[in-house]
């Protein structure tokens, strides 16, 4: 079977050799169990899931009999943790009793909320989390010609935050596009990018939507109102980019307010959304709690609501673009978002190595009010916006703006 590259893979190589325990958390459908098939097959060692009631039984009754089974192959890959109440426990006695027998755990979404794992695996493991492919694994796998160019691309908005001279050069437009609509429109989910058929795409995401809600928030999280659940993520799915207010939610949901609170905190335990805290310093004018609202994967987000239209054809193109920005650009720093009580704003504030650095994504026109009333204000030394044409570099001040197409990163 072909193996399909994950960048994680490159960030856990340090660690493969060392005592520590890895532990990969991250969604439903996110690759973790073949990414764990494909390291035993690199390293070596046993492969085993906890999915399997008679080794769950085994490894919670008879944790040392477990092991003993495994140890000889030295490295052990145990998957769907989630599913063992004594998974931290059991991990602990495992590493401190075979000093010599390397464990490497999954589990679906932050087992470790509902799994107490954290506490006992302390100096003992090292974390990491397999989400969705990004738009540069996407095209990993779909146009690797473009990957290096992409690449490119990407270096050259690392050069910039880092203050360096970069030349922006812009091409094979046309083609960028097109995978960028088919990314945001049907995800990142392996799956799904590997099927050609789009009308198969849509029911594998619908199917995934379905699994989790049965599987994940019904099964593990013992969430009984399905609908009102599944209403709450139709709510927030409609309202990416937006600001949320709890209060108000729980009301037009009807649904009182500690339920609306743990429906979602298990909408980001499970890494369906995130919420993105304000930036302020002035305590007066900016807005000091209120928190935008995004998902991790865009395609299941279109099963949620049931619109796989591609972008061009919506009306929330914008917002969805958004979206798709705060995901690639999370791994360049802390990610803030701005407004005033006058309702002046900005989408992003990255801040990275003790500065600011607000980001702008247009789908249409240029910065408004917002972006250039936050250069003015503080003034800061470099800016990105994501635009449609007219790219390069201007001044606004003294600030330094970079524009750029929103496939850049």
């Not at 910039?160 to 812009?170: A, R, Y």
């Not at 593990?220 to 799915?237: A, D, G, P, Q």
């Not at 999370?330 to 989408?347: C, M, N, P, Q, Y």
């Amino acid at each position: 079977m072909e193996y399909y590259p994950r960048i994680i893979e490159k960030e856990m190589e340090k660690w493969l050799k060392r005592r520590e325990a890895i532990l990969v958390k991250g969604p439903r459908q996110s690759g973790k169990t073949t990414l764990f098939l494909h390291l035993k097959n690199k390293l070596g060692g046993s492969y085993v899931t906890l999915e399997d009631e008679d080794l769950l039984r085994t490894f919670e009754e008879t944790p040392k009999l477990f092991a003993k089974r495994f140890a000889e192959k030295r490295k052990l890959f145990i998957d769907e943790a989630q599913y063992s109440k004594k998974a931290g426990k059991n991990i602990k006695l495992l590493y401190d009793l075979f000093p010599n027998l390397k464990v490497f755990i999954t589990g679906s979404g932050s087992f470790d909320v509902k799994v107490e794992i954290g506490k006992y695996l302390v100096g003992r493991a090292v974390y990491f989390e397999l989400l969705p492919l990004n738009f540069e694994e996407f095209l990993m796998w779909k146009a690797k010609d473009l990957h290096k160019i992409f690449c490119e691309n990407k270096q050259n908005v690392v050069s910039f935050l880092n203050g360096q001279k970069v030349s922006i050069e812009v091409g094979f437009e046309k083609e960028f596009k097109a995978l960028l609509d088919e990314y945001v429109t049907f995800g990142g989910f392996p799956a799904i990018v590997k099927e050609k058929d789009q009308e198969i795409k849509k029911e594998l995401l619908k199917n995934l939507y379905r699994t989790y809600l049965e599987k994940d928030v019904f099964f593990f999280f013992n969430v009984r109102h399905l609908e009102k659940y599944r209403k709450l993520m139709r709510y927030i799915s409609f309202s990416i980019g937006n600001l949320i207010e709890p209060s108000t939610v729980a009301n037009d949901l009807k649904i009182d307010y500690k339920t609306f609170e743990n429906y979602l905190n298990i909408l980001i335990n499970t890494y369906v959304v995130e919420l993105i805290s304000p930036f302020h310093k002035n305590l007066v004018t900016e807005l000091k709690k209120s928190r935008k609202v995004y998902v991790y994967d865009i395609g299941l987000r279109n099963a949620v609501i049931n619109n796989f239209n591609f972008p061009d054809q919506r009306t929330d193109r914008g917002k969805i673009l958004e979206n798709f920005i705060l995901n690639e650009i999370k791994s360049f720093g802390e990610i803030r978002h701005w407004r005033t009580t006058a309702k002046a704003e900005v989408d992003f504030i990255l801040l990275r190595k003790n500065e600011i650095v607000p980001i702008e994504v247009k789908s249409f026109g240029k910065p408004g009010r917002g972006f250039l009333s936050f250069l003015n204000t503080y003034k800061p030394k470099k800016a990105i916006v994501f635009a449609e044409k007219d790219f390069g570099i201007k001044k606004f001040g003294k600030t330094r703006v970079l524009f750029i197409p929103h496939w850049f990163v």
